[in-house]
């Protein structure tokens, strides 16, 4: 079954860079050649995708954050991982880390088929 | 893309039917003939879980109560006889560019 599990730490001050951990288990990170994806949920709001990596290290970045993220992965140790820059207020939201699913029917990435449990950061001096 | 549902709010009846629309502001068909919109559940305190993908595709264990449909902007998620665990709150997104989430649907028990 797998399974992934997001670390880091809660509270982060504003201007400082956030760095979140997902580590998989169950499946190794390059079989099947999936993509790995960071999404977050503002305090009692809806979703918003961050963006994602592939096991070779090619990422798509949301545009409205593009400046401000990189995304690393480490497939021998089964994590890859986020660093959200410059961090303010509105960065504060509880982060998931998800896999991107593939589709034999379209040949393509296009679904978030196993998600973390999250792990909320707080942004605060 | 923008997505948008509605309702945003849905008091539901167990057994009764119930049925959330989802239209985005570019269409969503491929080239490939598929339409690139998944839904998802997030039962309170859970994190999302897929229900349907490339529009109509019920994910692996998803029962099948649970349906979708629809093409180019306009879809829809069915659920043929509501049971009470499936109250939370309801999302489509678009998987064609950015991975765009809808506002969400709030299922309860009426």
């Known amino acids: 079954q797998v399974q992934l599990q997001e670390s880091g730490p809660g509270l982060v001050t504003p201007s400082q860079n956030l760095s979140l951990t997902c580590t998989v288990s169950g499946t190794s990170i390059s079989s099947g050649g999936y993509s790995w994806s960071w999404i977050r949920q503002h305090p009692g709001k809806g979703l918003e995708w961050i963006g994602y990596i592939s096991y070779t290290g090619k990422t798509s970045y949301n545009p409205s954050l593009r400046s401000r993220i990189h995304m690393s992965v480490d497939p021998s140790n089964y994590h890859f991982s986020l660093r959200l820059s410059s961090v303010t207020a509105a960065d504060t939201a509880l982060y998931y880390c998800a896999r991107v699913g593939f589709s034999s029917r379209s040949g393509s990435y296009s679904f978030f088929d196993y998600w973390g449990q999250g792990t909320l950061v707080t942004v605060s001096s | 893309i923008v997505m948008t549902q509605s309702p945003l709010s849905l008091p539901v009846t167990p057994g009764e039917p119930a049925s959330i629309s989802c239209r985005s502001s570019?269409?969503?068909?491929?080239?490939?003939?598929?339409?690139?919109v998944d839904w998802y559940l997030q039962k309170p305190g859970q994190s999302p879980q897929l229900l349907i993908y490339l529009g109509s595709y019920r994910a692996s264990g998803v029962p099948d109560r649970f349906s979708g449909s629809g093409s180019g902007t306009d879809f829809t998620l069915q659920i043929s006889r509501v049971e009470a665990e499936d109250v939370g709150v309801y999302y489509c997104m678009e998987a064609l560019q950015t991975f765009t989430f809808g506002p969400g649907t709030k299922v309860d028990i009426k």
């Open positions: 570019q269409s969503l068909l491929h080239s490939n003939g598929y339409n690139y």
